[in-house]
């Protein structure tokens, strides 16, 4: 399995940003998938996942009402919609494939898989 991210780039607080990461190698739709980010000098910390059907999601409290994931499995890409941004945004977010595909778990020793991350720098 690879995952391939991006989307990440430089933006205003306020702004938005959508981050993509799409899925080769296996059937996209056995996985659940998440996101994660790592701010430097910060351990990696969950941002928000989705079940394999796209019916389940959960978000830590730190962007709920400002973020959103959705996956299209046609396209075997999962995305992170992500508005009003704040400085305390700025991090690599990574995203990651769980074999438990019914289920949204927070940690990330849970997930199988992982991309490459992609730079998201939020100015003030």
């Known amino acids: 399995v690879q995952l391939q991210a991006s989307g990440g780039g430089l933006v205003q607080a306020g702004g938005s940003l959508r981050l993509s990461c799409r899925q080769s190698?296996?059937?996209?739709?056995?996985?659940?998938m998440g996101w994660f980010r790592q701010a430097p000098g910060k351990e990696r910390e969950f941002v928000a996942a989705?079940?394999?059907?796209?019916?389940?999601?959960y978000y830590a409290d730190s962007v709920k009402g400002r973020f959103t994931i959705s996956r299209d499995n046609a396209k075997n890409t999962v995305y992170l919609q992500m508005n009003s941004l704040k400085p305390e945004d700025t991090a690599v977010y990574y995203c990651?494939?769980?074999?438990?595909?019914?289920?949204?778990?927070?940690?990330?020793?849970?997930?199988?898989?992982w991309g490459q991350g992609t730079q998201v720098t939020v100015s003030s």
């Open positions: 190698g296996r059937p996209f739709s056995r996985y659940a």
């Open positions: 990651a494939a769980d074999l438990q595909g019914s289920r949204v778990r927070v940690g990330p020793p849970e997930y199988d898989y």
């Open positions: 989705i079940n394999w059907s796209g019916d389940s999601t």
